[in-house]
């Protein structure tokens, strides 16, 4: 079992007398264990789970913040250890991949990944949470000692070592590390690198980093990372990873001709479902790759197979479409939701509006519902409206500038999405639109939401607010 962007990862799980079996060993794969176990004892259902990595039930959405010094040691980001699942008879093998799913005969096939060994185990109920894994460009020099991808506690780990970094180290000073991609954890890793004392250059493909956001608030996110030493090169397309006569890396090149000088490259391209052994097995999977599930988390078509995290898709309610969208905290409801269906009681998980938060620095960003492109390709017409406003009444001493932009339905007026850039106090106020992008709220009634006020909070008037009044104005302007 396995889930999402600060949650689960690997493969292989599988469980018993009832058994009940699944693949991964993060956030959804050991949530759905423990809620199972939780309503079954052993004498009625045997958990075995598989796990190829070294670390279960840990946070994967920590690693930048541990890579960058702020989280003292890797073992702070692990909830539980396999020690404490197998106290609970949990029978959790690690190191362990399945490699192949046979449906037909109710078993999976394992390898251990030490010795080499197979072996097949047979389950009365499956639960795939195998994950995601990250985009690796086929580039010259990609598997170049010094190059990383960071999803898994193991890649972290890896990536510590490269930085020739202990627990506790402090600074390395002088040295040079290149990000490609500057998506979430494409500007995480970069302060994480400028925290370490590197000097770092984000490269990315798109006009502004930050492409969860309309390029208008990316651009926010670039000015901010610039002032903050952080190199940033927009429309920067890599072809290659030069190295060194020892295969170690040296440089980044672009098809511009551009070569940057490198001692660690970092992936932040962005992940995608780590689904082979449900595609080999012909279980169903969606545009993305993801594997498709019911409200229950059941795999469609297969009554006794369950998948969750950041190997699946999910429904987008405002879209209206199925996504793939990894995130830890998608991860561990699917995990509750997937450990009920298979401990014999029931929940459902209805879908997400996509909401999430970062920071790079001193900034905080923040999205959910839709950006502009999403609405388009969604078929829907919309207005937009952009304010800059402050965290707190502008004369109390903490206030810094954040700026919201908002989208809304025309001719409904029903709220699509917002975008938040903006000093500390702004990423959470996403909230408020979360809740009323879950409840089809209009803009009209977003402005009248009874919000918290004092001086050290917010402005009188919440800048979600004001948002949702020129939106309104903007609408009206649009003879809706």
């Known amino acids: 079992m396995s889930g999402g962007r600060g949650g689960p ?19 959804a794969g050991m949530s759905a264990a423990s809620q199972a176990r939780r309503l079954k004892g052993p004498a009625e259902l045997e958990i075995t789970a598989f796990e190829r990595g070294h670390f279960t039930s840990y946070s994967a959405c920590g690693i930048p913040y541990w890579i960058g010094g702020q989280v003292p040691g890797r073992d702070d980001l692990i909830a539980r250890t396999p020690e404490e699942h197998r106290a609970r008879d949990i029978d959790l093998r690690m190191r362990t991949e399945v490699v192949e799913l046979d ?7 394992t390898r251990d990944l030490d010795s080499g060994s197979e072996s097949w185990t047979g389950y009365d109920k499956l639960v795939l949470a195998t994950g995601a894994r990250p985009v690796r460009p086929k580039l010259p020099g990609i598997a170049a000692h010094g190059v990383h991808g960071v999803q898994t506690l193991d890649d972290g780990q890896r990536l510590m070592a490269s930085l020739e970094l202990t627990e506790g180290a402090e600074r390395a000073e002088g040295r040079r590390a290149v990000v490609v991609g500057a998506g979430y954890i494409g500007v995480e890793m970069a302060e994480a690198l400028v925290a370490r004392g ?13 492409a969860t956001l309309d390029p208008d608030m990316g ?50 391209i ?30 469609r078509g297969h009554e006794n197979i369950w998948s969750g995290g950041d190997c699946v898709e999910v429904l987008d309610l405002v879209a209206g479409c199925m996504r793939h969208i990894p995130l830890g905290t998608h991860a561990n409801k699917h995990g509750q939701v997937i450990g009920s269906g298979v401990g014999g009681g ?37 207005v937009t409206a952009t304010i800059t406003s402050t965290t707190t009444a502008g004369y109390y001493p903490t206030a810094a500038q954040m700026t919201v932009k908002m989208l809304a339905e025309l001719r409904t007026g029903r709220l699509l999405g917002v975008q938040i850039v903006g000093g500390a106090g702004s990423a959470k106020r996403v909230d408020i639109a979360a809740v009323a992008l ?10 009248s939401l009874d919000l918290g006020y004092a001086p050290p909070f917010s402005p009188v008037w919440d800048p979600v607010l004001v948002a949702a009044r020129k939106t309104v104005s903007a609408l009206r302007a649009a003879g809706q």
Not at 233 to 253: C, F, M, N, P, Y
């Open 9 to 27: 990862r690997r493969r292989g799980r599988t469980w018993g007398p009832h058994r009940g079996g699944g693949a991964g060993g993060a956030a």
């Open 103 to 109: 449906l037909a005969g109710g078993r999976v096939r």
């Open 198 to 210: 590197y000097e770092v250059t984000v490269l990315h493909r798109g006009p502004q980093p930050m």
């Open 219 to 268: 651009a926010l996110v670039h000015t901010a990372m610039n002032r903050m030493g952080i190199r940033t090169v927009s429309g920067a397309e890599v072809t290659k990873i030069l190295t060194d006569d020892r295969g170690a890396v040296r440089a980044v090149a672009t098809a511009a001709g551009d070569e940057y000088p490198a001692d660690v490259v970092v992936l932040g």
């Open 270 to 299: 962005g992940v995608e479902p780590r689904t082979a052994l449900a595609r080999e097995a012909g279980l169903p999977l969606g545009e993305s790759g993801g594997i498709l599930t019911d409200l229950s988390m059941r795999v």
């Open 346 to 382: 029931y929940a459902t998980f209805p879908g997400v509006v996509g909401t999430a938060v970062s920071k790079v620095c001193d900034l905080e960003i923040a999205r959910t519902g839709l950006r502009e492109k999403d609405a388009l390709a969604a078929g829907l017409r919309f």
């Open 438 to 447: 879950t409840a089809g709220m209009t803009v009209d009634q977003v402005v």
